[in-house]
T-cell receptor, first 112, second 114 residues
Framework: DQQVKQNSPSLSVQEGRISILNCDYT??????FLWYKKYPAEGPTFLIS?????DKNEDGRFTVFLNKSAKHLSLHIVPSQPGDSAVYFC???????????FGPGTRLSVLP | EPEVTQTPSHQVTQMGQEVILRCVPI?????FYWYRQILGQKVEFLVS????????KSEIFDDQFSVERPDGSNFTLKIRSTKLEDSAMYFC????????????FGEGSRLTVL
């Protein structure tokens, strides 16, 4: 039972362009969402979060959009840089930040 | 910058052996977690720990698993009798508040069960 889905296992983007990573969830109780980036042989690194009371949160090159009615969120990276190449995980929680359920991840490759 | 540290980075063990994975969470954090990632699969929640007791655990966290905070700094995951399917990357994480706030992850301990 996949409560958090990332339907694109991989994505390739040209340097300088926008990267859009998508995440869908099924549990309507989820109210807090995070995006993590993971390099090989390292732990996940927090990127950005959003709570269900918002529909957008921005931090530098990273913006997360939340569409609660569609149970969908997306991470936009603008402009994309080669150093952004990593696996990106969407994570969701109910009770505002208790235990998180992770999606399967999307591997982003930013081509120079 | 404070970080979560984990040891060992890689452990190879024989099936049936006991394994202890160690974590030092960020010092002012109060909530501690273990997650694991089997190769090629998603990151899965195992257990959360607060105030010296388990606050939540997943179906994966059966009687073979236990956690402990033996002193003020370490947080350990013990697997009593390892199975082949326990081979995975185990991540420790911590955070300082119960609501909101991101989890800070360690770099992981790779467990290989032969």
């Amino acid at each position: 039972d996949q409560q958090v889905k990332q339907n694109s296992p991989s994505l390739s983007v040209q340097e300088g362009r926008i990267s859009i990573l998508n995440c869908d969830y099924t549990n309507s109780m989820f109210d807090y969402f995070l995006w993590y980036k993971k390099y090989p042989a390292e732990g996940p690194t927090f990127l950005i979060s959003i709570s269900s009371i918002k529909d957008k949160n921005e931090d530098g090159r990273f913006t997360v959009f939340l569409n609660k009615s569609a149970k969908h969120l997306s991470l936009h990276i603008v402009p994309s840089q080669p150093g952004d190449s990593a696996v990106y995980f969407c994570a969701a929680s109910s009770n505002y930040g208790q235990n998180f359920v992770f999606g399967p991840g999307t591997r982003l490759s930013v081509l120079p | 910058e404070p970080e979560v540290t984990q040891t060992p980075s890689h452990q190879v063990t024989q099936m049936g052996q006991e394994v202890i994975l160690r974590c030092v969470p960020i010092s002012n954090h109060l909530y501690f977690y273990w997650y694991r990632q089997i190769l090629g699969q998603k990151v899965e929640f195992l257990v959360s720990f607060y105030n010296n007791e388990i606050s939540e655990k997943s179906e994966i966290f059966d009687d073979q698993f236990s956690v402990e905070r033996p002193d003020g700094s370490n947080f350990t995951l013990k697997i009593r009798s390892t199975k082949l399917e326990d081979s995975a990357m185990y991540f420790c994480a911590s955070k300082n508040s119960v609501n909101t706030g991101e989890l800070f992850f360690g770099e992981g301990s790779r467990l290989t069960v032969l």
